[in-house]
């Protein structure tokens, strides 16, 4: 064969298919080969025809079609299927050889894939690719990490096609070692499921309380999008607002209410939880989804359950305007929690992380690109090591402008009975995380007298602790103090 490739892709699914277009596109030869080998022929024989791919019917005919050091990406299903890939694919590559996970890998299956491939003499990368179909083919936003090495011989090809910001800045740069780069992915869709459910509610309200059409729905959420809410999914959810079926009629009224999720939301909270950061908004986005599957329960329980019926007697335009303010603060808690986590994991797993630079990361391509991320950005230019993203200044004067609305759609929310989770479990965050004193110490009162966990003093120096024989009978005995 005269021609090599300059990287080779299995798996020609959706995301797989668009991705290799986009490479061709970019002036790159691609390898394919599926696991289905019809699927091969069906894509040469179709949206590839006449372009420069190779097309493989066996791994060994795969494999031996690439440039070295060859370049392998794998677009399957996470979990299983790509252990197994790994080891089809091992016999047929040599030293130096990288293999690529672009998949929605959970990251310490990442970590520990990259450690083994690299004890065979090989590299590896788990990268993050965002963007849906649309930007697999246009230009996805790339978050690599695993084995450094690597990142030399796969930044001209990932630069190229990925999204570009204004200046031409590609929406693609190394995140750091192991697991990395599909741990920020993680935390990506994580925000995504939050940035959804807030739109949600949004959209509840308005629905409920404004008795606002879908076509007026349509119209609030294009100008939204015409502001500083401007984001890719403010700019669909007019878009779907505005559809119409075949009988003139608004689309979105007829999907049934119950949404579908694919894990990575709760790998988020899982994470959240074991390094003990409070994730609440993110949390409550994942749960949302599992009540909406709870239809026929709901449906019953609706027949069942009320409240006294409370006419809405307010200002419905300037409610409108207090949802736009109350979307926008709970976005920016949103995003203060998803940094902080990847703040803490930085610590905990050893990751140089760029927090400014995974920002400009997700500024295009992605399924959260936003005006918004710019912003942030420019937050962590302003400060490297900012602790909380609402306490720089751009967010702190923004919330502060935005609360009395945001405080007063929840007031709303309640009064009527409609829940509004990721917005009201976002105040309760920036509510607390603004509290100089909590009511923690009658926690750990408690803690002390039916498990003698101790206690520390205010009056005494930090890590001094504490244990009272509350009731008499105990002894001075106490428990370890840990965090688990």
């Known amino acids: 064969m005269n021609t090599l ?46 372009k420069k791919f190779i097309g493989a019917h066996n791994m060994d005919e795969f494999v031996k079609s690439i440039k070295r050091p060859r370049k392998v990406m794998m677009l ?10 790994i080891e089809q694919l091992l016999p047929h590559l040599e030293q130096g050889d990288i293999v690529i996970d672009g998949g929605n890998s959970y990251f310490p299956d990442t970590i520990r894939r990259t450690k083994y491939i690299e004890s065979k ?15 697999a083919l246009t230009g996805p936003s790339i978050m690599p990490g695993g084995s450094p090495e690597a990142w030399p011989h796969v930044k001209p090809l990932f630069q190229a096609i990925s999204a570009k910001v204004e200046d031409g800045t590609p929406c693609c740069d190394w995140v750091g070692e192991n697991g990395a780069g599909h741990f920020v992915k993680m935390v990506h869709n994580g925000i995504e499921y939050g940035d959804m459910q807030l739109i949600c509610e949004a959209y509840h309200i308005l629905r409920e309380l404004c008795g606002l059409s879908s076509d007026e729905m349509h119209q609030v959420f ?36 119950t949404a579908g999720q694919k894990g990575t939301g709760k790998w988020t909270g899982i994470e959240a939880l074991e390094l003990g950061v409070p994730l609440t908004l993110i949390v409550e986005a994942v749960f949302a989804r599992s009540l909406s599957s709870l239809k026929e329960e709901r449906v019953k329980a609706s027949g069942i359950l009320d409240i006294p019926p409370v006419p809405f007697t307010g200002d419905k335009k300037a409610l409108v305007g207090d949802i736009r ?6 976005k920016i808690v949103s995003y203060a929690q998803g940094f902080a986590l990847m703040k803490t994991a930085a610590k905990d797993y050893k990751w140089n992380l760029n927090y400014g630079g995974i920002a400009l990361m997700w500024r295009g391509g992605c399924i959260i690109r936003s005006a918004f991320l710019g912003k942030i950005k420019e937050a962590f230019d302003r400060n490297a090591e900012l602790q909380n993203l609402l306490l720089d200044p751009y967010f702190k004067s923004r919330v502060s402008e935005a609360q009395g609305g945001w405080r007063r759609v929840i007031a709303a929310a309640a009064l009527h009975g409609l829940p509004v989770p990721a917005l009201s479990s976002a105040l309760a965050y920036f509510d607390g995380y603004r509290s100089a004193r909590l009511p923690a110490n009658l926690l750990q009162a408690q803690r002390d007298y039916f498990g003698a966990h101790t206690y520390e003093r205010v009056d005494r120096p930090r890590g001094e602790f504490f244990h009272t024989n509350w009731t008499g009978r105990g002894g001075t005995t106490a428990s370890s103090t840990y965090n688990a």
């Open 325 to 330: 303010d109350a979307l926008y603060a709970a």
């Open 121 to 135: 003499g090989l590299l590896y990368i788990g990268t993050g690719v965002s963007g849906g179909e649309e930007g």
């Open 76 to 85: 399957v299903k996470a979990g299983q299927p790509v252990d197994e890939l």
């Open 222 to 257: 294009s100008s939204w999008n015409q502001g500083e809410l401007n984001s890719y999914l403010i700019e669909i959810t007019a878009d779907i607002l505005g559809y119409r079926d075949g009988h003139g009629e608004a689309l979105v009224e007829k999907i049934l209410d």
């Open 5 to 50: 490739a300059d990287i080779g892709l299995i798996g020609l699914a959706v995301m797989g298919e668009n991705l290799v277009l986009n490479m061709e596109n970019k002036g790159y030869t691609v390898a394919v080969f599926n696991r289905s080998v019809e699927k091969v022929d069906k894509f040469l024989e179709g949206r590839g025809k006449g």
